[in-house]
């Protein structure tokens, strides 16, 4: 059975400042987390299938779900 956060294995995550990033312990977390993420949505999209629901509907509503998160570190500056 594949790593949860396989799927994401095979992208660059990057900084920022377009530098890679390449904590391998970050990179796990930020993987693992999606991974979780991606597991919730497709169960709400099943759930709303089975039920009934439009399934353009849900994508529709899961992808404002991602389009509204906000950044609670935008005002952060870097320091150094």
């Known amino acids: 059975m594949a790593r949860p956060e396989a799927e994401f294995e095979d992208i660059a995550w990057l900084q920022p400042d ?4 390449s904590c391998r312990e ?6 693992e987390n999606l ?3 991606r597991q919730m949505a ?10 009934g629901g439009d399934e353009a509907q849900i994508r529709s509503v899961l992808g ?3 389009d509204g ?3 609670p ?4 500056k870097k320091k150094g």
Do not use: F, S, T
């Open 18 to 21: 377009g530098q890679l990033l």
């Open 26 to 31: 970050k990179i796990k977390v930020l993987n």
């Open 35 to 37: 991974e979780e993420l």
């Open 42 to 51: 497709q169960d709400a999209l099943e759930d709303a299938i089975l039920m």
């Open 64 to 66: 404002g779900i991602v």
């Open 69 to 71: 998160l906000e950044n």
């Open 73 to 76: 570190y935008a005002d952060r």
